[in-house]
């Protein structure tokens, strides 16, 4: 946008008058060599200085005129890709936020579901020791606790995938995991 900016203010400047101060000094030596005509000038007779001023208005300049309305638009189009890329970045941490607090709800919720599990084992294997179960219900429950387990261990690791994508979000992954990098010549030393 900076960039964008600056190219305007050249357009809006090639569309003004100019004036422009000139001035040339001239020693002149007169002979049919290179050489020779060096030691012609003489310092009274054969030299010329002028000064001038140059005063330039542009008549109708539709083609500066056109380049800085093309800066213009230029600049109303980045302003829009800005704009658009702030709405990316905010919907992005929107949704992110989101994920993390539904894969918390999920972890909680599978953390209830794995403690019932452990005490429905538990109850079963005292029914089992003392006769009041049989020992293929036990192995069900253990497969429900095991199954309840694994959904804990998959809830907790979508919830931590989702606190890296809500850092990555922000923008912040590298400082949320204190992570430091060194710029290239600073290993050189």
Known sequence: LENQH??????K???LPTLDLEASFRLNGIDRDFAGSFGEIEPNK????EVGLSFRYPLANQQAKSRVQQSQLAIRQ????????EETIV???RNAVRDVLTNAQR???T?????????QLEAEEKKLQVGLATVFTTLQFQDVLAVERSNEISAITEYLKALVRLEEAKST???AYNILLEPEGARLQ
């Open 107 to 109: 972890v909680q919720a």
């Open 91 to 93: 919907s992005d941490v």
């Open 13 to 15: 400047n090639q569309t």
């Open 78 to 85: 980045q302003l829009i890709r800005i704009k658009d890329l």
């Open 173 to 175: 992954l590298l400082q």
């Open 46 to 49: 054969r030299y010329r200085w």
């Open 111 to 119: 953390r209830i579901s794995s403690r019932l599990a452990q005490k």
């Open 6 to 11: 600056i190219t305007l203010v050249f357009d």
